[in-house]
């Protein structure tokens, strides 16, 4: 490991995050200049910025250091950055004393930066506006992912940039824009910014207060979650609902194909296989979820009621209108499946992603069409291309990896908690796919605050696991790694 350009890397990215948490700072000397939350921001930017500044000034990189980085080094970035960025953002919630312990602090910012949106909070509209204004930014930079922004906002580090943006991005393809990955990463921050603003008019327009409307743009179109209500979207009337819905739902979708619009390439948009899978997977959820309430209940649940949870679930964004762990069991099935599958490659959703569970679909059918026909020469073809038998490999490998993962949480919250195995499973699929609240004791009207530590740092593990698409994260894990 070249340890001078893992820290080089490190020191910026603090130093660029350290900047944007002065917009919560703002907030604190807005509503208090005296208070703990002022000290606890202060405090921790200044750490920021020293160490920062320290680190620069300490390890210089100069253009042929870039051209000795190995993929190791890279993989070195992300999967420390994110980790050391979530230790070191959970500072003013300990500092500032709304939370009983470090981990708690941990938990809830790794629940941000990576758009889970699981709480450790039981009330939320007791938290200083600088605390709940950090954490919905949280939810807004890990959306797209903070070394996306590094790679669009500082100089061009040849193929290496493209390798750490590649590494962070959920993607099977390259998302990059005929090879420049710099010019693609600031089109996806504009398209996202624009985005953001758009929900943040659009949510104060119809009655949200100014600080509410941002605080629910950045953890809508981020699939983040994280709300300034107690009783999150369900605090607001249909409007703003179905405002949220819209947004949510693109948020949700691969932000690459919002590039294929803007350079007139209309086409490709509207006949992208994982993009009409994911709006028929959306559609058909709703319908499915209100025909088995309309069985169980009588249809006390409104139609928006179910899209608007539906959406939130399968775009991994956890807003909540009702306490859908009440539906029936049939219901809960269909909210599980799309807790697993989540939204498209390339979006700010979590979970497998719709284009590897459309990929498996196809390897499975082409699996059975092969017994059938042992001689005829068949592939997997992906709007219209034709899949490498590696390519499919791969995603054979990180399902694999997926559900191992996911057992994994199941057993080790089941040994840590006496809980039942609804609450095991959705909290353990709900972390590793960024959701938030799940099922059972994790529901939407409850939260994360009764788990133990051990129980919290595992779902720490997973959540980062699965915003990083497992390997960033593993690789750390590997004694390999770390040797020469």
Not at 128 to 157: K, M, Y
Not at 456 to 482: D, H, N, S
Request: charged share 10%.
């Amino acid at each position: 490991m070249h340890k001078e350009f893992v820290i080089n890397i490190i020191a910026r990215l603090l130093l660029l995050v350290s900047a944007f948490m002065l917009a919560p700072l703002a907030w604190a000397i807005h509503d208090d200049p005296h208070s703990r939350e002022v000290f606890a921001f202060l405090t921790t930017i200044g750490t920021g910025f020293l160490f920062s500044v320290w680190a620069l000034g300490a390890v210089r990189l100069r253009k042929s250091n870039y051209e000795q980085i190995t993929i190791k080094d890279e993989f070195f970035v992300v999967g420390l950055s994110w980790i050391f960025l979530s230790l070191w953002g959970a500072l003013p919630l300990l500092l500032g004393r709304v939370v009983p312990s470090y981990t708690d602090a941990v938990f809830e910012i790794v629940s941000g930066f990576t758009t889970t949106g699981a709480s450790i909070f039981k009330n939320v509209e007791i938290l200083p506006r600088g605390i709940l204004f950090w954490r919905s930014l949280t939810n807004w930079l890990g959306g797209l992912g903070v070394v996306a922004l590094f790679v669009a906002l500082f100089p061009s580090i040849g193929v290496t940039s493209k390798r750490l943006y590649n590494f962070e991005a959920s993607g099977l393809e390259d998302n990059t824009l005929e090879g420049q990955v710099r010019k693609t990463a600031t089109f996806l921050w504009l398209i996202y910014t624009f985005f953001t603003v758009l929900a943040t008019v659009l949510l104060y327009g119809n009655g949200m207060p100014i600080f509410d409307s941002l605080c629910h743009a950045f953890g809508t179109i981020a699939t983040g979650g994280f709300s300034t209500k107690n009783a999150s979207l369900g605090a607001y009337g249909p409007a703003i609902q179905w405002i949220t819905i819209f947004i949510m739902i693109i948020g949700g979708m691969n932000f690459s194909l919002y590039l294929s619009l803007l350079s007139g390439k209309s086409k490709k948009f509207f006949q992208n296989e994982e993009m009409r899978l994911y709006l028929l997977l959306l559609g058909s959820a709703s319908v499915l979820c209100y025909f088995l309430l309309c069985v169980q209940d009588g249809a006390v649940e409104s139609a928006r009621t179910v899209i608007f949870q539906v959406t939130s679930i399968m775009t991994t964004t956890g807003f909540a209108t009702t306490d859908y762990s009440l539906w029936p069991p049939a219901a809960h099935a269909v909210l599980l499946m799309l807790m697993f599958i989540g939204g498209c490659i390339g979006s700010t959703a979590g979970g497998l992603k719709v284009v590897r569970f459309l990929l498996l679909l196809k390897k499975s059918f082409w699996s059975v069409s092969q017994a059938l026909y042992p001689h005829g020469i068949k592939c997997v073809r992906f709007n219209g291309v034709g899949l490498s038998e590696d390519m499919i490999q791969s995603v054979l490998e990180y399902f694999t990896i997926y559900c191992g993962l996911f057992v994994a949480g199941i057993i080790l919250l089941l040994g840590f908690e006496s809980c039942d195995l609804i609450t095991a499973v959705s909290a353990s699929i709900s972390a590793l796919s960024s959701i938030g609240p799940g099922l059972g004791m994790v529901g939407p009207a409850q939260n994360y605050a009764w788990l133990s530590i051990p129980s919290k740092w595992t779902l720490i593990f997973l959540m980062l696991a699965g915003r990083l698409e497992l390997y960033a994260i593993l690789v750390l894990f590997i004694p390999a790694t770390w040797r020469k």
